[in-house]
Structures are given as structure tokens and as C-alpha cells.
């Protein structure tokens, strides 16, 4: 039988073991779409399943990597054909199926989006689950009524990768956008990608207030935890913070003052089983309102060789903005 590469998760009497081998396509799930993947992403939740920090992987053998983008090679779907190019993030893939980080996936076509139209694939990937999920957020919050009008929009965990897309798209959509970030340093980076305020995350750290001064009118999360708290505390009367992520925590040490008090709405984003039309929706908001300098400027590119070395850097937050693995050794375009 054919065989690819592929870094594999094991688990043995040990614990759990990370390696890039040979894997036999027999081995494959059940699916009707076989996808060569050409380009995947590393994302903060693909360090949690390759370095066995937090139980992500709910089966093994697993192939990591909850992204990927490439082309049909077989296809039962009648949405899809050979060779018609696609984008797979969430469902799953990389935790419960076999995922991106490999030159071969066999997936569901029901989980699959037609790559959009404007948009290479190692585009696509640079925007990756993080950028799906910050587009995501500000479609919640255009649900909600928020304009930039109502005053600024602050971003959690910019310079990581739903951040760095998060602030990109907030600043081409007119925002005033406040950049919280724990990496001193990366204040030019934020900066260039269109933040008008640097907020060091000491601001929003401390033990959380029930209510504090007035700030900002809307917000994308990607941390949780005291962050969260704090940042509830401090948005203005009728806003909304869009929660995505958990980085500094699951927990949310809040009270009900910021809801019942300032009719503060707390949004909820789930990216992982989202319905197709939401899907569409925001891979095609992504194509046209993306600026491909900024994606660009917020992109890294590694070989499929150099992925698994990153996981454990990923999770210290040493990694900033977006990380593209080109398994096909093409690079993104500008």
C-alpha cells in the first residue's frame, strides 16, 4: 500500500511520543474526500496535542494539525471533484480524526470549504483556524450592532495568531484598535498590522474589579481567565466582548455587574463545528477584506520537517502571528 509523511502522536506505557515516519494511507479514516495537502498551520491548540500538555488527542495513533488546506485526489461527495482545491479547519481533525500535518488527509466533505476564490492556498492556511476564528468574532460582533462609531475595539493576545488577524481586520474595518499584548516588544509588530494603542497585559492581569473605568465598546478575546474578567470590567454600556480562545485559562473570575449594570454581552465563538453557510460567509469576508500585505507581514513559513520542533516554543508564546507548514515546499504569496 502507499505510504506519506506525516508527524504521528503515539502513546505507550511511557506517555506520549511525537515523530515524523512514513504512514500508510490504509491506515487513513473513513471519509469521502481524499485530500493532498499542501499547506497546513501550527496553532495554539496543535501545541497542546503534539506536546501532551493538555489532553487534546482523543485517540492514537493521531496526526495533529486541526488545518489544512490542498487538493481533492478522490472524492465519493458530490460537492467535490479531483482536483478542486479546499480548506479544512475544526471537526475535530487533529484531536478526534487524522489531521493537517501530513501529505495526505482523508476527511468528511460535509467539514470541507471550497478554497475562496482571490486565495492561494498557503494563503489560506496563513489565515489558518486563527484567522477563521478572528473573522468569526467581528461577525459576531456586526451581529451585536457594533460599529466603529461606538468607540474602540480590543484585541487579547494580539500578537499571537487570532490576534494578529484579529487587529488586521479590525483596522481595515475602521476600529480603533487597542492591542493587548504580554510581549513588550512586539509593540512595532502590532503597530504595523494597524494597532493604535499598545495595552501591556499587566493592564489587564490583576484580580478583577467588578466594574472599572469605561474603555473600550467591543473586544476579541483570545485568552480567557482574569483577562476576560478585566476586560468585561471595562467595556462600555451595550458592548460586547467576543471570547475565542483560553490561553491564560479556562476559568472566568467575573461577577454580574459588567451584564446587569452596563448591559455588557459576552459572545461566545465555537470554530470547531460551525455550519457551513457561517463558514462560507467567513472565508469569503476573509478573501475580500484581508489585506495581503498584513498577512504577509504576520506570516512565518516552515517545512513539514520543521514543524514538530515548534509546539513546545508555540505554547510559551514565544511565536508570533501566524505559522504556515508548506508539506509541498511552496511558500505564501504576497
Avoid at 82 to 88: E, I, M, P, R, S
Avoid at 131 to 152: F, V
Amino acid at each position: 500500500m502507499a505510504t506519506f509523511r506525516a508527524w504521528v502522536i503515539e502513546k505507550g506505557e511511557t506517555g506520549q511520543s511525537l515523530a515524523l515516519r512514513d504512514f500508510d494511507e490504509a491506515d487513513l479514516m473513513d471519509g469521502d474526500v481524499t485530500v493532498r495537502v499542501s499547506h497546513s498551520g501550527l496553532n495554539y491548540k496543535d501545541g497542546l496535542a503534539m506536546t501532551g500538555k493538555m489532553p487534546v488527542v482523543r485517540r492514537f495513533p493521531m496526526i495533529p494539525g486541526i488545518d489544512f488546506a490542498g487538493t481533492v485526489e478522490a472524492s465519493a461527495h458530490p460537492d467535490y471533484k479531483a482536483g478542486d482545491a479546499v480548506v479544512l479547519t475544526g471537526w475535530g481533525v487533529g484531536e478526534t480524526h487524522l489531521g493537517g500535518l501530513a501529505e495526505r488527509a482523508r476527511v468528511r466533505g460535509d467539514w470541507l470549504v471550497p478554497l475562496p476564490d482571490g486565495l492561494s492556498p498557503a494563503e489560506a492556511m496563513a489565515i489558518g483556524t486563527a484567522g477563521y476564528t478572528a473573522m468569526l468574532s467581528i461577525l459576531a460582533l456586526e451581529r451585536h450592532g457594533l460599529t466603529p462609531g461606538d468607540g474602540p475595539a480590543l484585541v487579547t493576545g494580539a500578537s499571537g495568531g487570532v490576534g494578529s488577524v484579529a487587529v488586521a481586520l479590525l483596522k481595515r474595518a475602521g476600529w480603533h484598535v487597542i492591542a493587548a499584548t504580554g510581549r513588550s516588544g512586539e509593540a512595532e509588530y502590532l503597530k504595523g498590522l494597524g494597532a493604535a494603542e499598545i495595552l501591556e497585559r499587566e493592564a489587564l492581569a490583576g484580580e478583577p474589579r467588578p466594574l472599572a473605568k469605561e474603555r473600550w465598546a467591543a473586544g476579541i478575546d483570545a485568552v480567557g481567565g482574569k483577562v476576560l474578567a478585566n476586560a468585561l470590567a471595562m467595556t462600555k454600556s451595550g458592548g460586547a466582548i467576543a471570547a475565542c480562545g483560553n490561553a491564560g485559562g479556562m476559568d472566568l473570575p467575573s461577577s454580574v455587574a459588567p451584564f446587569i449594570l452596563r448591559g455588557v454581552s459576552l459572545l461566545g465563538i465555537n470554530s470547531v463545528t460551525t455550519p457551513q453557510e457561517a463558514r462560507r460567509e467567513a472565508w469569503a469576508r476573509l478573501a475580500r477584506d484581508l489585506d495581503r500585505g498584513g498577512l504577509a507581514a504576520m506570516t512565518r513559513t516552515v517545512s513539514l520537517d520543521e514543524a514538530g520542533g515548534l509546539a513546545k516554543t508555540l505554547l510559551e508564546g514565544q511565536v508570533r502571528g501566524r505559522t504556515v507548514v508548506a508539506i509541498d515546499g511552496t511558500a505564501p504569496q504576497a
